[in-house]
Every structure is written in C-alpha cells, then in structure tokens.
C-alpha cells in the first residue's frame, strides 16, 4: 500500500497527468507509438500526398524542364488514348474473370474437401502450394512449362496431335495464359476461407436440415450458402483488390506484350512512371485505379452487408442461455 | 402418429464399439417414452438410429409394424429436437419453423396457418421475426420444438432438450413439455440423463448402461422394482446407497457381519442369502431410509440394519439435511428431516428398518429382495417413536 502512495506522489509532483490502471502516461503512449507514427509518415503518408501533388503536375523525372501546374490535364490525356482502355480490360479480365472463376472453383475444392473425412489437412496442406510460393518462382515454373520449345505442356500436346501454339507469346492466347496463371495461384487462398467458413457450420445444422425433409441441394442453397456468404464476401474482397495488383506474372510471362496486350494499369502505371519516368501521368493512373478499386470494394460489401447474415459463430445461445423462455 | 419396435437393434462403430447391444423395446402409440442412462450408454444412438441420422448394423426398427429403418429421416416423418445449437441461425425464427413445410412445398397459405397454431401452441408468436442470437437458450428450443412439431410428425425424438437450461426454466419446461404431449398425442421419445426428467416427463422408461437395456418400466417400477444395483443407483432423487457387509453369521434372532471391519448387525428376514452359502451381503437402502442416530438416543424397537460411524460430511437441503456416513471405507448417505446439527466425525450410528432394505446378488448385482413399498411410512411412526 505504501509503495503505491508513493509512486503516485512523485509522479504528480512532476505534473504528469494521472497514471491509468496499466501504469503509461498518455505522454508514454506517444512515446511508444512515435516511431511507427514517423515510420507511416515519412514512408506512406508523405509519399502519397506527394503522388496526389503530383498527378496535377508536369513532372517528368530526368528532363530538365520546370514542373508546373496541369490540373486534371493528366487525367484528360489519359481517358484519351486507346492504350489506357485497353490496359483498363486487362485489369477487368483479372477483376471481373479470373476472380469469379477462383471463388467459383475455390468453392468446389472447398466443398469437396470438406466432406473427405481422412487426411483432409494433408490434402488441404498440399493445395496450398501455390500461394506459398514466391511469385518470381511462379512465373518461372509456368514460363518452362508453357515454352513453346522446351515445355512440358506442348510436347505432351503435340505428342497427340495437336498443333498449340506459343502461348506466353501469342496474341490471342497470353490473356488467357495469364488468368490462367493467376487462378492456379490464387484459388487456394479462396478455397481456405471457404473451408474455414465450411467447419464453422455445425454439425447439427446439418443433421437438422436431413430431418426437416431438405434435399442436399436444398441444403445447400437454402443454408450452407447464406452461412457462408460473409467468408465468401472476405475472399472476395480480398481476391478483388489483389486483381488490381497482378504485375510479377506479367513481367516474367509477357512483359506486357506481345506489343501492349497484356499490359494491365499496374503495369501501364510502371511503363509511364519507370519507363518513361512520367511521374505526373503515372500518378494520375494510379489515383484512377485507386478511385476504381475504392468503388468496386464499397459495391461488394454493401452487397453482402444487405444481407446482413449473421456468422454461424456468434449464433451459439451458450451466451444467452441464462435468460428466460 | 404410430407405434414403435425396436427388434434385436444393435449398432457398432468400427470392429470395436458396441455401442447398443441387442435392444428390444415396443413403444405404444401416443406413448411418452424416455431412454434414460450415464453418458455412453447407447441412448444417444438408438435416438438417432430411430431418427434415421445413423442405420442399425443389425437389427429392425418398425412404425406401425412396418420396417423402416432403410427409411431417410422425411419418410419416416420423424421430427427432432437437439441438444442445442441447431437452429438456422440466419434464419429467424419464422423461416426455421416454416423450413421443413418449404422444402415440402407447402402453400404458402398452409404454412402461414401451421406457423402460427404451433407459434401459438409454444407461447413464441412474439419471437416470430428474431433470429437465433437474439433468443436466449429457452426461446431457441421453444422455436426448436415449434420445428419439429409443424408438420405433424408420425415420431417426436428429443435429444436432451433441455439439459442446457438453468434449473428453473428447465423445471418450467419439463411440465409445459408433458402437457403438449398429452395434447397433441404425437408418439414421443426423450433421451435424457437426468432420472428427475425422465421421471417426470415420461410413460415409461427404459434404463441403459453401456449399450445394454437394463430396465423398461414406469418410474413408479424402476424406481420402487430396480432390476440390479445400478438401476437401483442411478434412478432416484437422491443415488441409493449399495454397499457390502460380509463375514456374515447367523446369531439366531440376527445376523451379525461386518461393514469394512465394523461390526454390524443385520435383521433375521435377509437369512436367505446366508441360505445358498454366501457370507457376503450386497445390501441397499434409499438415503431417504436411513436413520442417523446419536449415542444417546433411544434404539429403535424394531428389526433393522445397525452400524457405527462417523459423519463424514453434511449438506443443508433446507427442510431436510443429507448426512454422510462414513463406516470403515464405505460410506451411507442419509436423507433425514432430522433438525440437529451434527457435526462432522461426530461418532454416530446408523439404522435402516428391515422394511427399506433392498438385498442385491454380490456376484450378479441381480435384486433379490426390494424394500417394501410402505417403508417410508414405517420410518416415519419410527421417528416419531425415537423422537
């Protein structure tokens, strides 16, 4: 008891403000967060101001010209040329096709591992692989196997007959070769979630639908998915925002081409700023996927915030119980 | 509604687990019928085998004298009430009572009517639009048993519906769940470990222990007939007291013997099982047929059990006390309305009248003899004799 009184005493007499019950001053509390505030500031907050800044400027890094104020003239340039729509599509064609596709199949596997009864963490373990994986290791493993000379994939599809073609470098099929690539990658973080979400339904939830006369579709349907759908909203955002990101496979695959073809924003934004070092332009693209990415978010969380469903973990009574009928 | 036979039903999980043994039973319809037992006994399983949620591996299972346990769950039309846990939670209410009419295909005029009968029936017509997570456990098994009984089931099987409710809710329940059978009539099973609510609640009842029947009666049967010395022990109020007295020898007006080393002394009508050569004696006594009595006080003129003591411990019931026993190494629990205060290791003797012994077979636990009905009443002129 002494002791305490004292501690208090001195630190009052040194006008502090008084303790807290876990002993820091909110002096203390700046203190510690200090570091990592100036961490953000200098290394993120500073640098996307100055992005913002920049995107209404001339700036061009390496020429010697003054920098001055454009407006939204990097903007009107950009809206201007076919190259930005078309870079626009390719993001799309990762947004809008390759992530459905991998919700679409990460469920499947999902659902079929959640029935297997033995070994599901092996085989769950194993189909991870490829998330796990460097990106630059994932670029090169399909860059053999896709070699039009040395690969695997076309020497076995010759060997019976067919005649593919080159796919990293072929016009028609790059796109598809790259979404191809980032469904394999990618589908599993998707199938995790869902499992997840899968072994929080509880077994007697099943068995009570089996009594209720509900068919396994029924089930499905009318149960399993509205369960799942706040994991699937998760996987779905999360899967969202990377697709605006793809870059490493691009680089590694294609470059980008054959020509500009499967060239997405991430990678027009990386050719203006560090190709062409027009900073300005390039900022002004990345404030466009920014504005892009921040839309299409808020649409998929007001999309399953209106179904408002509640997760299958906050619905046990054992909280409540004690209450009366 | 319909009759139930379960024919030699067994069930194994693996090559190992006999988890029912060979379980015969014959419910009537519009029966109110418990299956009662420690947690393993197999109860669980023949519920679901009755339910269809899991097949017999041997055996039969008949409604109305037709085999139907090749039968899924809707062709049964069984209903089920779980443990816990089992509504839809993003469902409310509403939308998991009217589920198993939907999948059906109901009008939705039908499933409006029968919605709101049984929401009326279960007293839940304002809980109709929460869900889950906003009713507390007992309006989640109100919601549950409304489930189950919408769509007129030939078989009502409940899996221990109410084991998780706080005790006077669970009182509450246990009646209000008896009256809806009466009303109804819907032939009806409750697996439960708690012999209050089988006693209760139930018709008849049948006794299991590790996946074999024991006993199948009316409370009334079980708890005053036991078969064997653990359905003796395990039904009941209060757990009956089944211990042993053993170097037994024939004094002529009594039987001396021997409880852990403590002499004790026996009455003359338990001779018989000194008759087939026996020496050892597996005797019971319901707490509630116990006396406990102090040195001083008078001894009671009739024939009974008598040994010394020590308290070991004693709990206030409020209008009675339970006294512990404690005679060498067996101990004797008592129910007494006596108002004293004993202390504890006070040195005490204990008396059980011939007329509430009950003798179990040492080797086979088998009864051999039951305490006579009437022995509550005798204990009682017996008290007011000592007092």
Known sequence: ?325 | MASVTLDHLNKWFGPSVHAVQDVNIHIEDGEFFGLLGPSGSGKTSVLRMLVGLERPTEGSILFDGVPVHNKTPQERNVAMVFEQNALYPHMTARQNISYPLRVRRASSETIARKVAEVATLLNIGALLDRRASQMSGGQQQRVAIARALVRDPNLLCLDEPIAHLDTLLRARLRGELKRLQRALGTTSVIVTHDPIEAMTMTDRLAVMRDGRLQQVGSADEIHNRPVNAFVAQFFGLHSMNVFTVDSCVDQGDHIAGRVGGQPARLPRTLERFLNIGRRTASIGARPSGVMVLRAADTAPAVEGFTATGQVYVTEQLGDAQLVTVQIADQSIQTLTPDPRAFEIDEPVRVFIPDDALFLFDDKTQQTRRFASRTAGDELAAIRSEVA
């Open chain 1, 1 to 325: 008891m002494a002791d305490l009184t004292i501690g208090y005493g001195k630190s009052s007499r040194w006008g502090r403000k008084p303790r807290r019950d876990d002993g820091v001053t909110e002096r203390g509390t700046l203190l510690l967060l200090g570091p990592a505030l100036l961490f953000l500031a200098v290394f993120a907050i500073w640098p996307f101001c100055y992005l913002i800044y920049a995107s209404f400027t001339s700036y061009q890094m390496a020429i010697p010209v003054p920098i001055h104020w454009v407006g939204l003239g990097n903007f009107q340039v950009l809206v201007k040329t076919t190259r930005f729509w078309h870079s626009l599509g390719v993001t799309a064609a990762f947004a809008l096709v390759s992530v459905p596709l991998q919700l679409l199949i990460g469920l499947c596997i999902a659902l079929l591992l959640n029935a297997v009864t033995r070994g599901r963490e092996v085989y769950a373990s194993l189909l991870l692989t490829p998330m796990m994986l460097a990106p630059i290791v994932v670029g090169f493993a399909w860059e053999l196997f896709l070699n039009p000379i040395y690969g695997p994939l076309n020497a076995l599809l010759k060997g019976i007959g067919l005649s593919p073609p080159a796919w990293a470098q072929s016009p028609v099929w790059a796109l598809p070769t790259l979404v191809a690539v980032d469904i394999w990658q990618w589908t599993p973080l998707v199938m995790v979630i869902l499992l997840a979400g899968l072994r929080s339904i509880p077994p007697r939830v099943y068995e009570a639908a089996k009594v209720d006369g509900s068919s396994a579709v029924q089930t499905f349907f009318n149960i399993v998915a509205p369960m799942l759908l706040p994991y699937f909203a998760v996987a779905f955002v999360l899967r969202f925002i990377d697709s605006f990101k793809v870059f490493d496979i691009i680089y590694i695959l294609t470059r980008g081409g054959p020509g500009t073809i499967t060239q997405n924003l991430a990678y027009y934004t990386y050719d203006l700023g560090f190709g062409r070092f027009q900073f300005g332009r390039s900022g002004a693209l990345s404030i466009i996927q920014l504005l892009l990415l921040t839309i299409g978010t808020m649409l998929i969380i007001k999309l399953v915030a209106k179904r408002n469903v509640p997760t299958a973990a906050v619905a046990g009574p054992a909280a409540n119980a004690k209450e009366g009928a």
